[in-house]
């Protein structure tokens, strides 16, 4: 059995990929169009429900030269003839993943998008707005751990309220102390936590929120035409990110309960966790680093809602000259009108 | 120009004589009521009040009630009035003159001299108000009174600490000169120039869009305990300072009048 998976077209044999449009899948030969069902039934799901060994190096399968892979990359494409490689050790056992949501871009809208973006910003050397560069945003799928839990917490504290009236020459305030305690519980499902040290915790977390009604069953078919992580953050590292915060949005939810006063202030609170689960799941991105000075700027899409951050590298000669203008306008302005009202 | 001035100084002159052979009206030298509102008692105790603020304060204080300002308009009127008269104490012509223009139904003070420095556009401001209540009541007399009033109080204080003149009449060429050379104009585009750098630079990247509710699960939550518990309550009083609104806003508009002299003043319908 081979290391390496490649889905290959049942009509013409050559490499099958996911086209995020239709959802299914394409041959960008003869053009056949599968989907899942009906792919399902040339290639057998394999379930790799037992870890395999990892192997120092993996062949193309289609052309046999040796694929270019860091210790996480899961799913890649051959260097030499662009084929898509799954590397399946690394979606066996420990790191095979429960579910999976889809590519809805396509990597001309995600260049599109990016496009957009950069001209926009215009302290952002030029070399980063010719099209070589756009041409480097990749399709990644994301390691994430999807976290599921029963939360129990309380808030307690002062609240007040003031009224004010007068009377004659005097003005009164009255202020009325209060205690209050609001305790609840809720149920969070689904909090997404970054589960790769590559991708930057916080980036990941401004692309949020996914749309989970669209999350499927994980089957390494996905992956064909994309790359793809393996986690390396343990889930029991990745909780502690999650409590933070849960204890942060259950605080939340109780203080919207407080109402009625003109302030209020909390001075105890507690929010426990129980029932945690956490689910492996692959989640869709594009990825964009721009090397610049020596420093890494990420740009990330959504790969399913199209939702964009990013860090722009900043041109320091491009800084002083849109400091000078705003200088110049503002001086024009202040002159010239100031003069009007002298 | 002395040729037209003189012409203009004698349709003057005609106009009043015309004006005064009309109705039967007291003037002195410096209350001229063309239109008769005032008794002669009551134009001989405006004078006596005049002569004295001009022994102590060295001002001169003129009053001209008329309804024919020959198409001018009440400032150019009044300016003209007490340059082209004769008024005015000292080398600067320091004095002030209320026109009550019925035409218009208009007063307009116009300041000259060291009157500019002391009767500053807040301060003349309060005398219109005072006047312009009686005026529109007719009561002629009380406003000349409460002007007069206005007038011995503020000389009597004289000149406020913050007071500066502006001249609504520089051009505006100059005006551009003068923001070139102001050095505030430079720190508040400096200011600005930095904050909008900044801003741009560390506005590119994208914001947090899910909140405390993203991740709930629809109606999982539920309050188990809901207390909420009177304390106590204080009651403050405090008293309510009356806003006095006195002296403030030392400015001093001027501008020049057809003679070249510049003036103060102000003016209010009534």
């Keep these: 059995m081979s290391s390496v998976k490649e889905y290959k077209c049942p009509s013409c044999g050559a490499s099958l990929q996911f086209d995020p449009p239709s959802q299914s899948w394409k041959c960008h030969y003869c053009l056949a169009e599968y989907s899942k069902d009906e792919f399902d039934k040339h290639s057998h799901e394999e379930h790799l429900n037992e870890d395999m060994p990892d192997l120092d190096s993996y062949i193309c399968n289609s052309c046999g030269a040796e694929l270019i892979a860091d210790d996480t990359t899961s799913a890649t494409f051959c260097i030499y003839c662009k084929s898509a490689a799954i590397i399946k050790s690394r979606f066996s056992g420990r790191f095979k993943p429960k579910s999976v949501i889809p590519f809805k871009l396509t990597k001309e809208q995600a260049k599109q998008i990016y496009s957009n973006w950069i001209h926009k910003r215009i302290l952002a050397p030029k070399e980063f707005k010719q099209k070589e560069e756009i041409d480097k945003v990749t399709g990644i799928y994301a390691p994430f751990w999807l976290f599921s839990c029963e939360t129990d917490g309380f808030i307690q504290g002062e609240a007040k309220t003031i009224h004010t009236w007068r009377s004659g020459s005097y003005r009164y305030t009255q202020t009325k102390y209060y205690h209050f305690l609001r305790r609840g519980k809720a149920r969070y499902k689904n909090i997404p936590v970054d589960a790769s040290k590559k991708l930057d915790d916080k980036f990941m977390h401004m692309i949020e929120p996914y749309n989970y009604n669209e999350i499927q069953n994980f089957s390494m078919k996905y992956m064909s035409g994309f790359m793809a992580e393996r986690y390396d953050v343990e889930a029991n590292e990745a909780e502690t990110i999650m409590k933070s915060r849960v204890e942060d949005y259950m605080e939340k939810r109780l203080r919207s309960t407080v109402i009625g006063y003109n302030s209020y202030s909390v001075n105890s609170k507690q929010v426990l966790l129980s029932d945690i689960t956490a689910s492996y799941s692959m989640l869709p991105i594009y990825l964009l680093i721009n090397k610049y000075r020596g420093k890494d700027h990420i740009f990330i899409i959504n790969g399913q809602t199209g939702k964009v951050v990013g860090d722009t590298p900043i041109s320091p000669l491009r800084q002083i000259v849109f400091g000078l203008i705003v200088f110049a306008v503002v001086w024009i302005i202040a002159v010239f009108g100031g003069a009007l009202f002298v | ?270």
């Design chain 2, 1 to 270: 120009m002395y040729k037209r001035i003189s012409i203009v100084l004698l349709a003057f002159i005609f106009v009043f004589l015309v004006a005064q052979f009309g109705v039967c009206a007291y003037s002195s030298d410096n209350v001229i009521d063309n239109l008769g509102y005032l008794t002669e008692s009551e134009v001989l105790y405006l004078q006596g009040s005049i002569e004295r603020i001009k022994d102590n304060y060295r001002l001169d204080t003129v009053i001209v009630i008329t309804d024919d300002t020959q198409g001018k308009s009440s400032r150019d009127y009044a300016d003209d009035y007490f340059d082209y008269n004769g008024y005015g104490v000292g080398s600067d012509y320091s004095g002030l003159l209320l026109l009550i223009n019925m035409d218009k139904r208009e007063a307009y003070i116009s300041t000259n001299g060291k009157a500019i420095d002391i009767f500053t556009d807040k301060r003349i401001d309060n005398i219109l108000d005072d006047v312009a209540q009686h005026l529109s009541k007719r009561d002629y007399y009380q406003a000349c009174c409460e002007f007069i009033n206005n007038v011995k109080s503020y000389a009597n204080s004289g000149v406020p600490s913050n007071q500066y003149r502006v001249d609504t009449e520089r051009n505006y060429f100059h005006r551009v000169l003068t923001m070139i050379k102001s050095f505030p104009v430079y720190i508040v585009a400096l200011v600005i120039s930095v904050i909008a750098t900044l801003v741009v630079t560390f506005s590119s990247k994208g914001k947090i869009t899910i909140n405390y509710q993203t991740y709930e699960e629809n109606g999982s939550f539920a309050l188990t305990e809901n207390r909420d518990s009177y304390i106590r309550e204080s009651t403050v009083r405090t008293k309510i300072e009356s806003s006095s609104s006195g002296g403030g806003g030392g400015r001093s508009s001027t501008h020049r009048s057809s003679s070249g002299r510049t003036h103060g003043g102000g003016g209010r319908k009534f």
